[in-house]
C-alpha cells in the first residue's frame, strides 16, 4: 500500500492544491529538502493578519536535529506523539497577543496564526507535501522549554512530510486515515438575512 490521495468531494470547482491539502498521521521516513521548508515558511510569511502585524511565530525542528526534534515532539500530548514521532519535521506555532504599533490586545492574534499556517499548508500540498495540525498539545510545556515569553501564546502543533504508507499505522489510525474527507454543507454555514438562513447562493 502506497499513502492515500483523499481529494475533496466538492460541490462547486475549487483549486487542486486546496482540494488535495488533508491531514495525515502517516508520513514518509525521507526528509524534506531545506529549500521547499523554506518556502513553506516564505508562503506563511506572506499571509494577511490585522493591522499588518503578523503575529505568527514558528519553532521547527527537522530530524537531523534529533535534540531539538524530541524537544518540539514532547510538547504534543502523548496521543500525537505517537504518530508525529514518524514525521521527519516538527513545529510549534506561536500568537504574538499585542499590536506592535500601540501595545493593545490583538483579538486576531490566533486568527492570523491560523491564516500563517493555512498558507503553508497550500504551498505545502503545492510540493505534494502535507502537515498535520495538532490543539493537542501542552502549551505551558512548550513555553517552558523553549522560552516563549509572556506577551505570546502557543497556538498549535505542525508535523509534516511526504505522506507515508497507512499500513505502519496502528489499526484505528489506519481506518482513519484511509476513511473519506467530510465537511458539513455549505448550507449549514453560509447564511443570509437571518442567522441560520442558508444564502440562496449556496442552496442545494
Ligand atoms: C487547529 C487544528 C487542531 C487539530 N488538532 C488535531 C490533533 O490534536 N490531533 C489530530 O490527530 N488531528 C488534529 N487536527 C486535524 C483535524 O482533525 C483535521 O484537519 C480534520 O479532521 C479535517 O481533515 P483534513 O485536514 O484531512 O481535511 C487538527 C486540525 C487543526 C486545524
Redesign the pocket.
Known amino acids: 500500500m502506497t499513502a492515500p490521495h483523499?481529494p475533496a468531494s466538492t460541490s462547486a470547482p475549487i483549486h487542486h492544491i486546496i482540494s488535495h491539502?488533508?491531514?495525515p498521521?502517516a508520513f514518509d521516513s525521507r526528509p524534506v529538502e531545506p529549500e521547499k521548508l523554506r518556502s513553506l515558511l516564505e508562503a506563511a510569511r506572506w499571509a494577511a493578519s490585522a493591522y499588518n502585524a503578523q503575529p505568527w511565530s514558528f519553532i521547527v525542528a527537522t530530524k537531523d536535529d534529533p535534540e531539538n526534534f524530541q524537544r518540539v515532539l514532547e510538547c504534543f500530548?502523548e496521543?500525537?506523539q505517537s504518530w508525529a514521532r514518524h514525521a521527519p519535521v516538527v513545529a510549534l506555532t506561536a500568537a504574538f497577543l499585542k499590536f506592535p504599533h500601540n501595545g493593545q490586545p490583538n483579538r486576531y492574534a490566533f486568527h492570523d496564526v491560523g491564516q500563517a499556517a493555512a498558507n503553508l499548508a497550500l504551498q505545502a500540498a503545492e510540493f505534494g507535501l502535507q502537515i498535520?495540525?495538532?490543539?493537542?498539545i501542552d502549551p505551558e510545556k512548550a513555553r517552558k522549554t523553549f522560552g516563549v515569553p509572556p506577551d505570546y501564546e502557543v497556538v498549535?502543533g505542525i508535523a509534516l512530510g511526504y505522506p507515508g504508507d497507512p499500513a505502519a499505522l496502528p489499526d484505528q489510525l489506519r481506518e482513519r486515515e484511509l476513511a473519506a474527507?467530510e465537511r458539513k454543507p455549505l448550507a449549514a454555514f453560509v447564511y443570509a438575512g437571518q442567522w441560520g438562513n442558508p444564502s440562496p447562493l449556496v442552496k442545494p
Do not use: E, I, L, T
Open positions: 483523499k491539502r488533508w491531514s498521521r500530548v496521543f500525537n498535520h495540525q495538532m490543539a493537542g498549535s474527507r
